[in-house]
């Protein structure tokens, strides 16, 4: 267990749709990571947070949002759903912002796009 | 092509052989490296983090970075069926605000 919680572990909704992710990091991590993992894409990074504020953005669609909360807890909001947005979705977290600060994923939130 | 390239598999070993994992990769400006191991349903976790080139020994891994080919190496020494997952290699320019790119993974399955 390494200590991020993801809910709901799994979300079945249909095209059109707006869903809502949530991931709560490990207790003292400031970063959160969000991320996409699809059997044609791989493992694909979204977005960061660190301490409320964005650092880094990477494949995020644009129908896709994402915020850290002052509790440090993350939302991910999935809009227009397609059927290519089906896929694991997993919020990771870290101590700190930097690259060496390892990333502990959680369990990850299974979306099926109907 | 894709910026990381990684041999699928599966890559079925037994137990005890050494393991060699491989990733290319296409931008000169990565200089962070990484190796993830991902065990079934379940999220990735970090095994070993380099930079720039060198290697890196923990335990039973060895992580080698050869940028001037573009090519990162995980090797497992005494493969255990525990070892049995799919590995990720994954690499950014920066060490802040970084972009990760990740290889799409190998699956190996260590057979007792």
């Known amino acids: 267990d390494s200590g991020v919680t993801q809910t709901p572990k799994h979300l079945i909704t249909a095209t059109g749709q707006r869903v809502t992710l949530r991931c709560s990091p490990r207790s003292g991590d400031l970063s959160v990571y969000w991320y996409q993992q699809s059997l044609d894409q791989g493992l694909q990074f979204l977005i960061q947070?660190?301490?409320?504020?964005?650092?880094a953005k990477g494949n995020i669609l644009e129908r896709f949002s994402a915020q850290q909360f002052p509790d440090l807890h993350s939302e991910l909001n999935l809009s227009s759903l397609e059927l290519g947005d089906s896929a694991l979705y997993f919020c990771?977290?870290?101590?700190?912002?930097?690259?060496?600060?390892?990333?502990?994923f959680g369990p990850g939130t299974r979306l099926t796009v109907l | 092509q894709k910026e990381v390239e990684q041999d699928p598999g599966p890559l079925s070993v037994p137990e005890g052989a050494i393991v060699s994992l491989n990733c290319t990769y296409s931008n000169s400006a990565f200089q962070y490296f990484m190796w993830y191991r991902q065990y079934s349903r379940k999220g990735p976790e970090l095994l070993m983090y380099t930079y720039s080139s060198g290697n890196k020994e923990d335990g039973r891994f060895t992580a080698q970075v050869d940028k001037s080919s573009k090519y990162i190496s995980l090797f497992i020494r005494d493969s255990q069926p525990s070892d049995s997952a799919t590995y990720l290699c994954a690499m950014t320019p920066r060490d802040y605000g970084q972009n990760f790119v990740f290889g799409p993974g190998t699956r190996l399955s260590v057979l007792p």
């Open positions: 947070y660190y301490n409320g504020e964005e650092r």
């Open positions: 990771a977290s870290s101590v700190g912002q930097l690259v060496y600060n390892e990333q502990f």
